[in-house]
Nanobody, 120 residues
Framework: QVQLVESGGGLVQAGGSLRLSCAASGSIFSINDMAWYRQAPGKQRELVAGITSGGSTNYAPSVKGRFTISRDNAKNTVYLQMNSLKPEDTAVYHC??????????????WGQGTQVTVSS
């Protein structure tokens, strides 16, 4: 069994910062790509930022320059540092990871989501 557990969401004023964390646990052999997605009410889930096992990153244009994704492979954890937050960043943020179990194929796993609310 593999789990992704997110933390770090909350309520912040516009211009503020938050740091999200997502830790993977279980019978993990390796983790390929990891990412953060978000879904605002009435909108489709969208990619916020992604990072490969080698550390290459990509960002949605709307967050580039404000958000930074990073990972600690030893801890099986991915982070999202969010600065200069705007009300339009308000959403439920979900962690994504492509995980190969000790015995088994590589499968996509999702976290349960953490709410980020930015007040104006």
């Amino acid at each position: 069994q593999v789990q992704l557990v997110e933390s770090g969401g909350g309520l912040v004023q516009a211009g503020g910062s938050l740091r999200l964390s997502c830790a993977a646990s279980g019978s993990i052999f390796s983790i390929n790509d990891m990412a953060w997605y978000r879904q605002a009410p009435g909108k489709q889930r969208e990619l916020v930022a992604g990072i490969t096992s080698g550390g290459s990153t990509n960002y949605a244009p709307s967050v580039k320059g404000r958000f930074t994704i990073s990972r600690d492979n030893a801890k099986n954890t991915v982070y999202l540092q969010m600065n200069s937050l705007k009300p339009e960043d308000t959403a439920v943020y979900h962690c994504y990871a492509e995980i190969k179990r000790t015995l088994g194929p590589t499968l996509v796993h999702w976290g349960q989501g953490t709410q980020v609310t930015v007040s104006s």
